[in-house]
């Protein structure tokens, strides 16, 4: 395992808390009469959420979120077994394979090429989610909700759409985001129904490194990916060691942009565009939300 995996994988909630700390203390350092109205109207222009990560320019493009959604932890997924072993860091290293009913969930590419579907097409509801690998907040979404999700596709009432971003490359400088919605997409044509796809999907965030690290190189998602049973393979590592599937990246940011969604996450509920208030961030708040709209 390379330093860079190992530093993530052994990250703890503490360390992620304190991290995500820093970022906002250094972003919001100017004096408070400018900094409030530089970001007031910073909002105002972009028409963006208080949580989100924004496709605006520049390497602070995290805007502030309220500050209560809860840090990660480096727990395993839902429904998986895993083991950890002590790093030199001190933290702790996620070992052993993922199981359980992310990885037996199909997904499938959309005739539009851009769009990933998961669980049963035919579901009466439909969750679009629009993420970048990279950003914080779409973490604490998925952090805070994967399990309840997944629950509702294996159960068929909903089917989960997801388009994927990378703006965050170029705002903070790397390839991470890039290299990992190549990693997902090469999990989803790894297998006939797409199993794979889940699985690693659930291990990009519950590993996310550090926005500013530009973490997920190859070596690192590769290592995910071999928590997923069958999931690597010669072909698998060297479509994500080659960027097989770069065409699909760019037409995905593309197709992010079109959207008008202006940052990540952008949740949506059977068309209706949904709040990044603190309510999607707990799974008991949004499980809520998706009652409102007939899901349960």
């Not at 530093?7 to 919001?28: N, Q, W, Y």
């Not at 290293?93 to 969930?105: C, F, L, M, Y």
């Amino acid at each position: 395992m390379d330093k860079a995996a190992e530093a993530v994988l052994g990250s703890d909630a503490e360390g992620v808390a304190a991290r995500e700390g820093a970022v906002r203390v250094k972003r919001t350092a100017a004096p408070g009469a400018r900094r409030a109205a530089l970001f007031a109207a910073a909002v105002a222009a972009l028409a963006l959420p208080l949580a989100a990560c924004s496709s605006g320019p520049g390497p602070g493009s995290r805007l502030p979120d309220s500050g209560t959604s809860a840090a990660r932890t480096s727990a395993a997924p839902t429904g998986t077994t895993a083991g950890a072993t002590p790093t030199a860091s001190g933290g702790t290293q996620a070992t052993g394979t993922t199981t359980g009913t992310g990885s037996a969930i199909p997904a499938r590419l959309e005739a539009d090429g851009t769009t990933v579907t998961v669980g049963d097409p035919a579901a009466a509801h439909t969750l679009t989610v629009y993420e970048d690998p990279r950003c914080p907040i779409c973490e604490q979404f998925e952090q805070a909700n994967a399990a309840q999700i997944q629950a509702l596709e294996a159960a068929g009432k909903i089917r989960v759409q997801y388009t994927f971003a990378s703006f965050i490359d170029q705002n903070s400088g790397g390839g991470g985001s890039k290299r990992a919605v190549n990693a997902l997409r090469a999990a989803l044509a790894a297998s006939a129904d797409g199993g794979g796809f889940v699985a690693l999907h659930t291990l990009v965030y519950q590993y996310q490194p550090n926005e500013q690290t530009d973490g997920f190189t190859a070596d690192f998602l590769l290592q995910l990916a071999g928590k997923v049973p069958g999931l690597r393979s010669a072909a698998f590592d060297a479509a994500v060691r080659g960027q097989k599937y770069a065409s699909f990246v760019s037409a995905s940011e593309n197709a992010f942009i079109k959207s008008g969604a202006g940052g990540t996450p952008m949740v949506k509920i059977d068309g209706d565009k949904v709040s990044n208030d603190d309510g999607i961030f707990d799974a008991t708040s949004f499980r809520k939300i998706l009652s409102q709209h007939g899901v349960s």
